[in-house]
Every structure is written in C-alpha cells, then in structure tokens.
C-alpha cells in the first residue's frame, strides 16, 4: 500500500472550512483515496473516497490533484462535533481489502 | 450507527486468561474485519474473513484466533492474555470481499489487570 502523510494536528474555528491535506507521492494509478474519521475512542467513520475526480457527498469534498500524489478534504462548515482524527488511506479496490491507518490529523475546531 | 455490533462493550480480566469478542456486521455484508487500537500502535489490522474462509492476515499474534460463522458472525479468540493485550478491539463490515466499504462498529475495550 502506498504511504501516506499528514500534519499531526490542525485548529479550525467552528463555521469556517476544515481544509486536511494529504501526501501520497508514491500512489499508484489503480489506488483510491480513501478518508475516514475517528471521534474519541468511537469506531472510525467513513466519510468519502475517490480515484482521481473531485468528489462531494453530504459530509465533505475531496480535492484531488491532477497528478494524483495529494489530496485535501474538505469540511465546508466545521462544527465542534467534527473534532476528531482525520486519517487519509490508499489502497487499490482489486486484492487489498484491508485498510491501512496512519497516525491522521488530530482536527480541533473550536468554538 | 453503523449497523455493526459488537459485543461485550468493555472486559476486564487477568493476565493469562481467555476471551472471546463478539462482532455482528451489518445485514448483507460478508465481510468482516478485526483491528486493534492501544495508545502506543494506533489502529492496527488484525485478520479479515470473507463469507466464513480466512481472507487476510496482518499482525495477529499466534495467542490470538478468529472464525466467522455460517450466519457471518465472528468472534474474536485472545488467550494467555498479557497487560499488553489491552487495547480498543474493533469489527468493521463491508459488503464485498474487495475493497468495499468497511463500517466500524463500537468496539470492545479489553483490560487486562
């Protein structure tokens, strides 16, 4: 699986965008982008996935670069209840099923 | 909610002992995944069983065991149990044996004394 990297924490005030990037240099061309979020000790969340398309859904945005080596998610309005770690995944679809997790983005929006 | 359960929510034992956690993933899913979350090693992947057959292995440790059931239930065996053992243990589901969405449920926190 291709490694990724992301800055270990991020302040945002709540209403404004939550902008996470994330470094995937060495992703390969059948690898997704894949984001999940885990608030305290809860189960991780999936919130949004991609290959090389923008992507939006009701919880956020995924801006992917054209060359394919990193990514923002976007959080449009940041409430307090989005405080959580954030963790950026790639992996291929085809014959790696499980998801790998780094250490994420420690995400505090504060009031 | 995701649609996973897990059973119990917390477990307090003693070193050397036996356990067993219990997962439930979401109707229709065959899949089903088991990862370990302690301070000091973040979210780790454990074993993966698809439709009852073993599908994936990570960093499972020999004392450690799991099956899924013909009603794709799956328990999670953890014995001689060692104060390192303690840790978040979560089940996730997907749908599909590849790459499919995995959804986490609640996890069961293990304490070993």
């Known amino acids: 699986d291709a490694k990724t990297t992301q800055p270990p924490s991020m302040d945002c005030a709540e209403g404004r965008a939550a902008n996470l990037p994330c470094n995937h240099s060495?992703?390969?061309?059948?690898?997704?982008v894949y984001w999940y979020r885990q608030i305290h000790s809860q189960g991780p969340q999936y919130i949004i996935h991609?290959?090389?398309n923008n992507e939006t859904n009701e919880m956020a945005s995924l801006i992917i670069t054209e060359d394919r080596k990193s990514s923002t998610l976007i959080l449009p309005h940041a409430t307090l209840r989005d405080t959580a770690v954030y963790y950026c995944i790639v992996r291929a679809n085809y014959n790696t099923d499980k998801l790998i997790f780094g250490t994420g983005t420690r995400l505090q929006v504060f009031p | 909610d995701s649609g996973v359960t897990q059973t119990p929510k917390h477990l307090i034992t003693a070193t050397g002992q036996r356990v067993t956690l219990r997962c439930s993933p979401r109707?229709?899913?065959?899949?089903v995944y088991w990862y370990q979350q302690s301070l000091d090693q973040g979210l780790q992947f454990l074993i993966q069983y698809y439709n009852g057959e073993e599908r994936a292995k990570g960093n499972i440790l020999e004392r450690f065991s799991a099956q899924q059931f013909p009603d794709l239930h799956s328990e999670l065996n953890l014995s001689s149990l060692e104060l390192g053992d303690s840790a978040l243990y979560f089940c996730a589901s997907s749908a599909s044996g590849t790459g499919g969405l995995e959804f986490f449920g609640p996890g069961t926190r293990l304490t070993v004394l």
């Open positions: 060495t992703i390969s061309g059948n690898e997704y």
């Open positions: 109707s229709g899913d065959l899949s």
């Open positions: 991609g290959l090389k």
